[in-house]
Every structure is written in structure tokens, then in C-alpha cells.
């Protein structure tokens, strides 16, 4: 018995396997840059801060602005807490966790969602009765003889929350294709346009400002006869949009607190139309 | 019987021997399971621990060091290809600052799988995974419990056999052994019979007729009637060590022979009853004529019986030998000494049994079950 014990702690203890992580070395301290502004977050949110840096440089403000590639609105608040970047982007509302943080929070306008499609596809839009089936999998012929084909965004794409306001059931139809591995699912607004352009026949949701700030070859589709862009709500219309905004750490306000200034200006706001962002509603901070 | 009891010495060296095969059986299988199915396992760790470093790389390369940020995308992006199921992952900077994702919790006893994530040719991310050995070490105590039956079945077959047939042989060895036993002694008998008959009879008879030629004298008549007690004596003991008239006469008519001399020199009554038999070995004939002597002799010397019966029956292919007296034995009196356990092993190497009692009133019964067709390798030569 006592031999039979030993051999098989021997073969436990003794097998081949790698070691277990190590315990995690200390957070470095932040070391602030100066020089430069670093903002990162959210995809959608990209086309627009690279235009305010750009007007920020023009305006001849200082630091320099540096917009880093969408990685998520999660990424820009955690990046932001941990103080790897000044602004985080962020286009939706705020985690339970993430609201604990205790992060500053300015709104700088909106984005218009919906949904994009390939510049062929012979359709003008779809009724949002339509939508869900979309997502459950129903072969829909289009009249080019090319069939429709749904592409999906990640479950943490912003967009969605706006969407199912628009069309009851699309949430489930959605959370059934993920699980089904029905349709292709992409994780990046850019990595969705590529798909878009390159997929004859492909529809998927996406930023209609990121579309008109990007100037991308994709079709806006209508949803119940109404083009979801920005002339659309400036005109008192409803259309689905996801409020836009920087968040950052309350120690560094000082340092933040120029360009804010700068994007909430009045001036500044009534240039986003332009690059197909709705300006913000309320006044200025 | 041998003095050298072998089965004893075989069953323990076997034993052990058995031991470690059954314990060699258990082992061996079940360890060589959960080997190569932990390697297994470590490779399916350390092959998704690579594949996921390829991923983050792509990441790591478009956002110019805060990847790590963007790891919950791809994590998800791996959960929905089924990739993380029953897997926990953990992401790790190069200065080994924890990365968050999201994964399946840490298993009980996990098995860790890592890979490395180089960008330009510097470490710049360390991805483990971890795999669960719960299900393998269950599996493999369920082969250890299979294989404990399978051993302790196999041990008892290693064990059980070889031993029976040391047992068995050594069962036969000690048959043949008190046969040829048996056979020397009845060798050694009739020699001294013969010897006896030939040599000092034929000498005591030659001066016996040597007397008669010679002239009357009171003495002669004295001498003559020693010789012829001597002689009677010399007869009786040849009858004793070796019955002649088994050998001349059949069984049947030897047993009646030995009845009626038996009677005469003890004064016990004899009677013989002695069904029609079938030709018999001579070893059955010797064992018969024996037992019926022996038991006589018996009866003569502690049995205070005046009167003595002597059976043997035919019964389809046995023989019933039964010899019982109207004695008065006292219990204690009925000692197995020599004689009787002459009996038992005489039945006992022709395959018969013996049973030897007092009734309540002190009779002694001796039976005698013998086939007729037994099974000897010794043969006893016949006169």
C-alpha cells in the first residue's frame, strides 16, 4: 500500500507541466509625460479625436494630442485609471465597477448608429420588424442574386444598446447568433468597415459618424424610411445615437483641463456636424 | 509423508512472488494512463498558451503598448470560438504586471501550459494557461480500481495454480512413496518367509527324519517332540510374514485357512463369510489379507471376545470388509497404535477408506471400503 502511495505522488509531483505564473510584481509608479496628451478608448470616438487634434494643433494648444488605435471603452477607462493615458474615450454608460473608480467624466457630443452594409447591396434599408430576423439566421435572397449576409460585432460594442432600443427582439436574435456562431464576428469598428467593403451582400452595425468621418465607402441603410445621420437629428429627428465622452483621473484635471475646454467650446461643437458627430446637448462645463 | 513439506515451501515463495506481480500489474497501467495523458494535456495547454501568444502579438503590434487593455476583446473574441471552455487563462506583462481577462476560474489541480509573445525580438508578454486534471486523475483512480481487480484476479491464478499443482504432486509423490513403502515390506516378509521355510525348516525336518532313523531312546522321543514344536513355530511364522496360501489358494480360501488356524491357536471363534469374488490385484488380495490379520490380532489382544466375524462382500465395484467381535473393549483401550493405522493406510493407498470403532457395548468394528479397479503404481510381485 505504502509502495503504491509513493509511486503515485512520485507520478504527480514528478511529471512534466510548466510552473504556475508568479505572484504579480508591484504596480510601477505613474511617471507623467509631459510633452504630449495620450487618448485612447473607443473605436468609435477615433476619427473625432484625431479631428480635435488636429484643431487643437491649428489653434496652436499645447500638449501635443496623441490618438492611439479603439480598444474598447472598457480599455480607455481602465488605461485612464491606471494613468497609461490622460483621456479615455468612452461611448457608453459606465459599469457598476467602473463607475467606483472614480474617474471624471465630460460628455463631447454624439455618434449616430445604425446599420452599414456593402456600397452594392440593392436594398435602401430595413424596418426594424425586419431586424431581428436578420440575426436568426433566415437566408434572405437580395435582388442582385446575392445573398444577405449579417456580420456581428463584439458583445461589448457600444452601438448595440442603442440599436435595441430602435428593434425589440434584436437583442435575443443577437445573443442566439453568438451562441450559434451564426455569423462572422468582428471585434473592431475598422475590422468591421474592411468586412463591409470587401463582403458583397454584407449589413452590420456600425457608426455612421465614424462612416462620414473616415469618408468610407459603405452604404447607410434606413431603418422604418429614416437615414440615420446626423442632419437627421440636428433636424429634430429620432435616430439611434450613443452619447461621446473623455474621462480621466481627478488628480490630473489641471493637465486635461485646456483641451476639454477646447472641445467643449461652443466653436469646436459646431464644427462636429461636419465630421458627422452630433454636438453635445448640454452646456459647456 | 515426506518430512520436507513442499506446498509449504512453494505457497511462500509464491506469495510474494504474487505480491509483486499483482501490485506490478496495478501500477503499471494505470501510471502509464495518467503519463501520457498528462503530457497529453501539457501539450493542449502549451499548444493554446502559443496559439493565444500569436493573437496577442497582432495585438501588441497595432497598440503601441496598451495592449493590455485591449486583451478583454480578445479574450472574448476566444470565448466565442469555444477556445476558453474549461481553460483558465492569465496574461502577464514583461515586468510580470497582471493583465486582465476572462476565463473560466482556476481549477483545483491545474496543469500549466505556457507561451511567450516576442515583438521585434524582445519578451513582451507571457501567456499561461491552465487545464484541469480533475477529470484525469479520476479517470485514472477508476483504471487503478479496475486494475486492483484485474491484479488481485490474475495474483489468484498466479498463486492458486502453480500451487495446486505442487500440492497435487506432492500428494503423489507421498502415495508412491508409502506404496513402494508397502511393496519393500512385503518383499522384505516373503524373503524372510522363504528364507525361514527353506533354510532352518528344511534343516529342522532333515534332523527330524535323522532322529527317526535312530534307535529307540526316552531322549530321542523328547528331542523329536521339540523339533516338531520348532517346526510348527517356523510354520506359523512363515504364514505370518508371508501367507502362502494367498498366493497358492486365492483370497478367498485364504481367509478361511487363516480364520481356522487363527481359531485354533487363539481359542477365539472365528467365523468367515466370503462372497463369490472376481478376480483381484494382488495388491487388493495382500491389503485384504492383512487388514483381516491385523484386525484378529487386535481383537486377540485387547478386545476380552470370545467370538469374531469376518465379512467381505462384493458391492458393484468395492469391496466391504468387515471384522467385528462380541469383545468387551473399554473405550480408552481403542489406541491407534501400529496396527491400526496400517489399516487406514493400507485402504488409504488402494483409494478405499477404514472405519474403526466401538459400538456402545465395547465391540470393535473394523470396515474396510477398497475398489476393486484401484489406481497403484508399486506393484506387489505374487508368489
Given amino acids: 500500500m505504502r509502495i503504491y502511495i509513493l509511486l503515485y505522488a512520485l507520478c504527480f509531483f514528478g511529471c512534466a507541466g510548466d510552473l504556475p505564473p508568479p505572484p504579480v510584481a508591484l504596480s510601477k509608479p505613474f511617471v507623467e509625460r509631459q510633452g504630449t496628451l495620450r487618448l485612447a478608448g473607443t473605436g468609435a470616438m477615433v476619427p473625432l479625436a484625431k479631428r480635435l487634434s488636429t484643431w487643437w494643433g491649428e489653434t496652436g494648444g499645447q500638449p501635443q494630442i496623441v490618438v492611439e488605435e479603439g480598444m474598447g471603452s472598457g480599455g480607455g477607462i481602465r488605461a485612464a485609471y491606471d494613468g497609461a493615458i490622460d483621456l479615455g474615450m468612452v461611448s457608453r454608460a459606465w459599469t457598476d465597477d467602473e463607475a467606483r473608480l472614480g474617474l471624471g467624466r465630460v460628455v463631447v457630443g454624439q455618434d449616430v448608429v445604425g446599420f452599414a452594409a456593402h456600397p452594392l447591396v440593392p436594398l435602401a434599408g430595413f424596418s426594424s420588424r425586419e431586424l431581428p430576423a436578420l440575426f436568426e439566421g433566415e437566408r434572405r435572397m437580395l435582388p442582385d442574386g446575392n445573398w444577405l449576409v449579417p456580420l456581428l460585432r463584439d458583445r461589448a460594442e457600444s452601438a448595440h444598446a442603442a440599436l435595441d432600443g430602435v428593434a425589440p427582439g434584436l437583442r435575443n436574435a443577437r445573443e442566439e447568433a453568438y451562441r450559434q456562431k451564426r455569423w462572422r464576428v468582428l471585434y473592431s469598428d475598422s475590422a468591421m468597415a474592411q468586412a463591409l467593403a470587401s463582403t458583397p451582400g454584407s449589413v452590420g452595425v456600425f457608426s455612421m459618424s465614424f462612416l462620414v468621418a473616415e469618408q468610407l465607402p459603405l452604404k447607410m441603410m434606413r431603418i422604418d424610411g429614416i437615414s440615420p445621420t446626423v442632419e437627421t437629428i440636428l433636424a429634430g429627428g429620432v435616430a439611434p445615437t450613443r452619447e461621446l465622452c473623455f474621462v480621466f483621473r481627478k488628480d490630473r484635471r489641471a493637465r486635461v483641463e485646456p483641451f476639454l475646454r477646447f472641445i467643449t467650446d461652443a466653436n469646436i461643437q459646431k464644427r462636429f456636424a461636419s465630421i458627422g458627430y452630433v454636438p453635445r446637448s448640454e452646456p459647456a462645463p | ?383
Fill in chain 2, 1 to 383: 509423508m515426506i518430512p520436507f513439506d513442499l506446498t509449504r515451501w512453494f505457497r511462500r515463495r509464491m506469495l510474494l512472488l504474487t505480491v509483486l506481480t499483482a501490485i506490478v500489474i496495478q501500477v503499471s497501467a494505470p501510471t502509464a494512463y495518467y503519463l501520457a495523458k498528462r503530457h497529453e494535456l501539457w501539450l493542449e495547454a502549451r499548444s493554446f498558451a502559443t496559439q493565444t501568444a500569436g493573437l496577442l502579438r497582432s495585438e501588441i503590434e497595432q497598440q503601441n503598448g496598451l495592449w493590455q487593455y485591449n486583451t478583454p476583446k480578445l479574450t472574448e473574441r476566444l470565448a466565442s470560438e469555444g477556445l476558453l471552455s474549461g481553460r483558465h487563462l492569465v496574461i502577464r506583462t514583461a515586468d510580470n504586471q497582471a493583465v486582465s481577462v476572462f476565463a473560466d476560474p482556476l481549477p483545483i489541480r491545474p496543469l500549466w501550459g505556457r507561451a511567450d509573445t516576442h515583438v521585434q525580438g524582445d519578451r513582451v508578454a507571457r501567456v499561461y494557461v491552465a487545464l484541469d486534471m480533475g477529470p484525469l486523475l479520476r479517470t485514472t483512480l477508476w483504471l487503478g480500481f479496475s486494475f486492483a481487480g484485474l491484479s488481485l484476479l490474475v495474483g489468484a491464478l498466479l498463486y492458486v495454480l502453480p500451487v495446486f499443482a505442487v500440492s497435487t504432486a506432492q500428494r503423489r509423490i507421498e502415495r508412491l512413496l508409502a506404496e513402494l513403502a508397502l511393496a519393500m515390506q512385503e518383499e522384505d516378509r516373503r524373503r524372510i518367509a522363504r528364507e525361514l521355510h527353506d533354510g532352518v525348516g528344511q534343516a529342522l525336518t532333515a534332523a527330524r527324519l535323522k532322529i527317526m532313523t535312530l534307535e529307540a531312546h526316552p531322549a530321542l522321543a523328547d528331542l523329536s517332540k521339540l523339533l516338531d514344536d520348532a517346526l510348527m513355530d517356523i510354520r506359523r511364522s512363515v504364514e505370518r510374514l508371508s501367507p502362502l496360501s494367498l498366493s497358492d489358494l486365492g483370497l478367498s480360501e485364504a481367509l478361511h485357512r487363516h480364520c481356522e488356524s487363527f481359531s485354533a491357536a487363539t481359542g477365539l471363534s472365528v467365523f468367515c463369510e466370503v462372497d463369490e469374488l472376481p478376480p483381484l490385484s494382488a495388491q487388493l488380495e495382500t491389503a485384504c489379507y492383512r487388514i483381516v490379520q491385523e484386525s484378529l490380532t487386535n481383537t486377540a489382544k485387547h478386545a476380552h471376545a470370545k467370538r469374531a466375524w469376518v465379512q467381505l462382500r462384493v458391492e458393484e465395484d468395492h469391496l466391504l470388509l468387515a471384522v467385528y467381535d462380541d469383545g468387551r473393549a473399554n473405550t480408552p483401550t481403542l489406541v491407534w497404535g501400529q496396527g491400526l493405522r496400517g489399516i487406514s493406510e493400507r485402504a488409504r493407498l488402494l483409494d478405499g477408506n477404514a472405519s474403526i470403532s466401538l459400538d456402545k457395548n465395547g465391540s470393535l468394528r473394523v470396515e474396510v471400503t477398497l475398489p476393486i479397479h484401484a489406481n497403484t503404481t508399486v506393484p506387489i510381485q505374487k508368489r
